[in-house]
């Protein structure tokens, strides 16, 4: 079961910043796990709101149905959802206000699955790591950019 924590300081303010994560419909312009969507999305993240996004990671693609459990703006969103392969995920972001115009953006994923048994599960840990990393470099690129 990989569980991944991850921050990172971004040289915006928490309301731009959360106008991003906050809006499905931008998800594939940070979002590096994002490969599509199967249904349209709805506009903005209400606590209740579903959608189904398509992953993939390590060249494994899997349809998930998500539900957004918890909603606080501009701080904190927090999305679970079940796969089309039998697997399960919770996915939180924290957007924190920092002095000076700054914030600071956190992605936690807990994710299972049949298939993470053994060294898999780590293998996959690490993709998890590296793909969050990402998207929130790719996050504090695109708010930077306005």
């Known amino acids: ?5 991850t ?6 303010p928490q309301a731009l910043v959360w106008s991003a994560v906050s809006n499905p419909q931008r998800f594939a312009d940070w979002n590096t796990l ?8 709805p506009a903005a993240l209400e606590k209740g709101a579903r959608f189904v996004e398509v992953v993939k990671i390590k ?12 909603i ?11 796969g089309s392969t039998g697997s399960s995920v919770v996915l939180e972001f924290s957007v ?27 293998v996959l840990e690490r993709a998890f790591r590296k793909e ?5 470099e790719k996050l504090a ?5 306005g």
């Open 96 to 122: 924190a206000d920092r002095p000076a115009e700054r914030s600071r953006a956190t992605l936690h994923i807990v994710f299972t699955s049949p298939v993470l048994v053994g060294p898999l599960g780590k």
């Open 34 to 41: 994002h490969a599509k969507w199967a249904e349209e999305p």
């Open 59 to 70: 060249g494994v693609t899997d349809a998930i149905e998500f539900h957004a459990d918890d």
């Open 141 to 145: 690129t695109l708010v930077a950019a």
């Open 7 to 12: 921050s990172r300081e971004i040289d915006a």
């Open 132 to 136: 969050l990393d990402a998207s929130l």
């Open 72 to 82: 606080r703006g501009p701080e904190f969103v927090s999305l679970s959802g079940s």
């Open 1 to 5: 079961m990989p569980e991944v924590t």
